[in-house]
């Protein structure tokens, strides 16, 4: 299973290998949903609230994602939206990665 980090950071697959953003991750790799989303780092901010969804059961962090996305892009998105195909994170279990 992917860490925290690890799958924020994820920009690809290899096979059944993981590919990290190994500069990403040691740069924003230790901060909040919320703290990446006020960053403008969307990719990052929703797949950190999707990873709490489903390793913590706690969606307070979609909630927070979504107020900050909808203020700043002046889109009015809900936990309804495919927001998967938006940001193109999808929650895959593999224990193998790739740092570069």
């Excluded at 953003?21 to 990719?43: H, I, M, N, V, W």
């Amino acid at each position: 299973m992917l860490s925290r980090e690890e799958f924020i950071f994820t920009i690809g697959f290899s096979g059944p290998s993981a590919v990290i953003d190994g500069q990403s991750k040691r740069r924003y790799g230790s901060l909040s949903t919320r703290e990446l989303a006020e960053k403008g780092l969307f990719r990052a901010a929703y797949s950190s609230a999707v990873w709490s969804k489903e390793k913590l059961n706690e969606e307070k962090d979609l909630e927070i994602f979504l107020e900050i996305y909808n203020r700043i892009s002046g889109l009015s998105l809900t936990i309804d939206s495919q927001l998967d195909r938006l940001f193109g994170v999808f929650l895959i279990e593999t224990s193998r990665s790739i740092t570069l």
